[in-house]
């Protein structure tokens, strides 16, 4: 059975490869802005349609139990499903770039993504009102939320671009081979980055909750004189 510190081994010897990951990313959301610009309607279709689906199983309440675990499971399974995409080859590299594009075009778009309750943009729910600033402690989840979610991102494509990597040498395609380089890369996911991605939900819930507690509150209409 694969030990801790051998995944742990793993994770350090594809820091290089994570690294040209965050680059690839970097270089996705750096695009993001002519994209929007040019109003090129192909590539923001999907990154749009994805995140108007997620607040429509959310609701506009951000319950905060549905949104850890719609945080949580979406990002367990989807950044291994991205690393497991080492076998095919060049995935992972295209990945890393693809989702930093959407990520961008999402935030640049903030404004136009209404809720599902149509009562007003994304953007608006999440900005704080000038008086009712953003608590310290929401600006710090925030923050550990950069810190912990984008580097599990990063490594597990790094570890996906090595899964290409082996497996394009020569005679190095075969079953046996992809076995074991998938399940000591799994092994090294469940026991370390998954671990990661939950105090990551954690945090990334607390700071949805508290960023939609500081936003605009509806006007309550004034009662009627009797």
């Not at 290089?16 to 695009?31: D, R, S, V």
């Not at 080859?89 to 599902?116: D, H, R, S, W, Y």
């Not at 998954?194 to 990551?200: A, G, I, N, R, T």
Request: hydrophobic residues 55%; contains cysteine; charged residues 15%.
């Amino acid at each position: 059975m694969v030990s801790y510190s051998s995944s742990l081994h793993l994770l350090a010897s594809h820091l290089w490869l994570g690294a040209i990951a965050a680059i690839l990313f970097t270089a996705g959301a750096g695009t993001a802005a002519p994209v929007v610009r040019s109003d090129v309607r192909w590539l923001m279709a999907v990154p749009l349609w994805v995140v108007r689906q997620v607040l429509r199983v959310i609701g506009p309440a951000f319950p905060p139990i549905r949104v850890f675990t719609l945080i949580f499971t979406f990002n367990s399974v989807a950044i291994f499903l991205y690393m497991v995409s080492g076998v095919l080859i060049v995935l992972p590299a295209a990945i890393a770039f693809l989702t930093g594009l959407n990520i961008g075009v999402v935030v640049l778009k903030a404004g136009e993504i209404e809720l599902p309750s149509g009562e007003r943009p994304l953007a608006a729910t999440l900005s704080p009102r000038d008086d009712r600033p953003v608590a310290p402690w929401v600006s710090l989840c925030s923050l550990a939320v950069l810190v912990l979610e984008l580097p599990s991102f990063w490594i597990s494509l790094g570890m996906g671009i090595g899964l290409g990597r082996a497996l394009s040498q020569p005679g190095h395609y075969t079953l046996s081979d992809l076995a074991a380089l998938v399940g000591e890369r799994a092994w090294a996911y469940l026991t370390i980055v998954v671990p990661v991605l939950f105090l990551s939900a954690l945090a990334e819930t607390a700071a949805i909750r508290g960023q939609v507690n500081a936003g605009p509150r509806e006007r309550r209409k004034p009662p009627e004189d009797e």
